[in-house]
């Protein structure tokens, strides 16, 4: 209960790896982000921890606190945010879904201390279906598993091949 209302809970943890990614998703798109979670481990054998995100702006008012107190108390010993603390012992690039705007999750970026994708739906869909509005957005599970891939290329944790295969495999049009 404590995560919902704070903004953020784990909802599935995978065994620890070196190449790790971190998923977060909000609402209806964490079933995607589960999905996406799923084929890393099984395709690409990266394991993924996956975070329900409740409440962004919880989140970064909370994180906004941490930063003002420890601006203002610069002898005391420095405080992290609950974000931080859940993260903690969770390794790797973090990637947050959403069917939203971008914005609205990228209002923590300032409180993580590591790679942070951010997948949204910006604009206006041109779609028949809920499935085919996330492809088009690219927030869909593959999607998903593309930009994890390339957090940890872009990291050193895995060959950049493995996201060209991705690309490929799951037919995305890198020139739409």
Do not use: C, M
């Not at 927030?139 to 994890?148: G, L, M, N, Q």
């Amino acid at each position: 209960v404590e995560g919902i209302l704070r903004g953020i809970y784990p909802v599935r943890e995978a065994k620890a790896s070196p190449a790790r990614v971190q998923l977060f998703g909000s609402g209806a798109i964490l079933r995607e982000v589960l999905a996406a979670a799923e084929i890393l481990e099984a395709d690409f054998a990266v394991p993924a921890d996956v975070w329900s995100a409740t409440s962004y702006t919880e989140l970064a008012r909370e994180g906004i606190q941490v930063e003002r107190w420890n601006r203002l108390h610069p002898e005391a010993p420095p405080r992290s945010s609950y974000l931080q603390q859940q993260l903690e012992g969770h390794p790797g690039p973090v990637i947050a879904a959403s069917d939203y705007i971008r914005a609205f999750p990228d209002q923590i970026r300032a409180h993580l201390d590591r790679r942070y994708t951010v997948l949204g739906t910006d604009g206006w869909g041109r779609s028949d279906t809920r499935e085919r509005l996330r492809e088009f957005f690219e927030v869909d599970r593959h999607s998903v598993v593309i930009a994890s891939l390339k957090a940890l290329a872009d990291t050193g944790e895995i060959e950049a091949g493995q996201v060209a295969e991705a690309i490929d495999r799951y037919g995305l049009d890198t020139e739409r």
